[in-house]
């Protein structure tokens, strides 16, 4: 059984930081993709940023690239997203997904999916 859990989520003033973490469990995830995703109250599930199996690659959103940085640690099989100069539309419940091969920002072509941790930045 795969598993994928979210930590790190908390209540952050803007300007703040706060760093997610994911750890897989259940299988071995090398040649699989990882991706960070959010969702806000009342909108559709949105990509955050994306890394290569080897950690080679990483891909962001425009609204996040410059504060976010995604890194993962094959040994430990857990991916951390690092979000610094946290802004009140930050906030959301940020998922970590898994995907064999490459990197996509498609949620759907995501097959393992963590529960979500919660994010809040407070103006």
């Known amino acids: 059984q795969v598993q994928l859990v979210e930590s790190g989520g908390g209540l952050v003033q803007a300007g703040g930081s706060l760093r997610l973490s994911c750890a897989a469990s259940g299988r071995t995830f090398t040649g699989y993709a990882m991706g960070w995703f959010r969702q806000a109250p009342g909108k559709d599930r949105e990509f955050v940023a994306a890394?290569?199996?080897?950690?080679?690659?990483?891909y962001y959103a425009d609204s996040v690239k410059g504060r976010f940085t995604m890194s993962r640690d094959s040994a430990k099989n857990t991916v951390y997203l690092q979000m610094n100069s946290l802004k009140p539309e930050d906030t959301a419940v940020y998922y970590c997904?898994?995907?064999?091969?490459?990197?996509?920002?498609?949620?759907?072509?995501?097959?393992?999916w963590g529960q979500g941790t919660q994010v809040t930045v407070s103006s």
């Open positions: 997904a898994a995907r064999p091969g490459g990197t996509t920002w498609s949620p759907s072509a995501y097959d393992y």
């Open positions: 890394i290569s199996w080897s950690g080679g690659n990483t």
